[in-house]
């Protein structure tokens, strides 16, 4: 495996302070999330790695901030994050490692500046979830939150096409790991007394919140777990196309993390109702077949080459 010094050197990060900055990211990603920072140290190439690695790291700690405390105190916790990250961004420095790192990466990046902005105040808002009445609720949601979020994270990776046409493929990635998401977590989120999925949709297939919230894997239940995944499959597999729209060293990581999904919701056709009594787990051996199968072209996942 690449030494880490030597990925610093090739993303061109000089300065031993910055070096440093990089390290205490690296080592934050490493603690949260030893499979995705495995994922990404082992498939980036070795110039984009420290900014992958501080781009999921700035990602993962705006979601700490979030994580703990009450409403009120997690609410004036992300107050002064949002005053930290906005400071470091107006002034380029800051007193904290993660976004010193972080803002040197988006300016190499030439990320534009309204992704932190609307992330940050989506993360404000989803504090005070409400739920989705609706499919465009759910769409406004990923359009305030989740794809910005992406955006600080996948939107460093150069590409091919404009600016915009990637964007708007990462809008795509966004809305299918958003749609997963939910029904990975779904037994996780209503323990905690929060429901995610559209109610128009469980209204669709004749499901009451308290069929959720009691763990009922009624047939109901079942064909609204399939039709969410067939969603986000659907989704996920137009989402495929940003593979081609990125340069051929940058595919196996891109590959790896879409099949990761594709992964996810297998397990979730496999589960059907019965996510609503567990989370949706990963498999380690087939997160390891995912690693080694995605430096072949194409993967059968219905991505581009």
Do not use: N
Not at 200 to 227: M, Q, W, Y
Not at 230 to 247: H, I
Not at 288 to 299: I, K, M, T
């Amino acid at each position: 495996m690449r030494s880490w010094r030597r990925c610093l050197d090739l993303a061109g990060v000089r300065p031993a302070g910055l070096r440093a900055d990089y390290t205490t990211a690296a080592r934050y990603l490493r603690r949260r999330e030893p499979v995705l920072y495995g994922v990404v140290r082992l498939q980036s190439p070795g110039g984009f790695l420290p900014h992958a690695l501080t781009g999921a790291s700035m990602l993962g700690f705006t979601d700490d901030v979030c994580d703990t405390g009450t409403p009120g105190e997690r609410l004036r916790q992300l107050d002064a994050w949002t005053g930290h990250v906005t400071r470091a961004l107006d002034t380029g420095d800051s007193h904290h490692p993660l976004l010193r790192a972080f803002v040197h990466s988006a300016e190499a990046a030439a990320l534009p500046r309204k992704w932190f902005d609307s992330y940050l105040a989506g993360t404000r808002i989803d504090l005070e979830f409400p739920g989705f009445a609706d499919e465009a609720d759910y769409q406004r949601y990923i359009d305030t939150l989740t794809w910005p979020g992406i955006m600080l994270s996948t939107g460093l990776t150069p590409h091919l096409v404009p600016d915009d046409a990637f964007a708007a493929s990462c809008r795509l990635v966004a809305d299918a790991c958003q749609r997963t998401d939910l029904l990975t977590d779904l037994a996780e989120d209503l323990a905690e007394g929060r429901l995610a999925l559209p109610l128009t949709d469980l209204e669709r297939h004749g499901v009451s919140p308290s069929d959720l919230e009691r763990g009922r894997p009624t047939r109901g239940v079942r064909a609204l777990v399939l039709a969410t995944a067939d969603r986000a499959r659907a989704t996920l597999l137009e989402a495929g196309r940003v593979v081609g729209e990125v340069p051929v060293e940058f595919r196996p990581l891109v590959r790896v993390l879409l099949g990761l999904y594709h992964h996810r919701l297998d397990t979730i056709g496999a589960m059907g109702a019965e996510i609503v009594r567990r989370p949706v787990r990963d498999d380690p051996v087939e997160c390891l077949r995912l690693v080694a199968d995605s430096r072949r072209e194409p993967l059968a996942l219905g991505l581009s080459a």
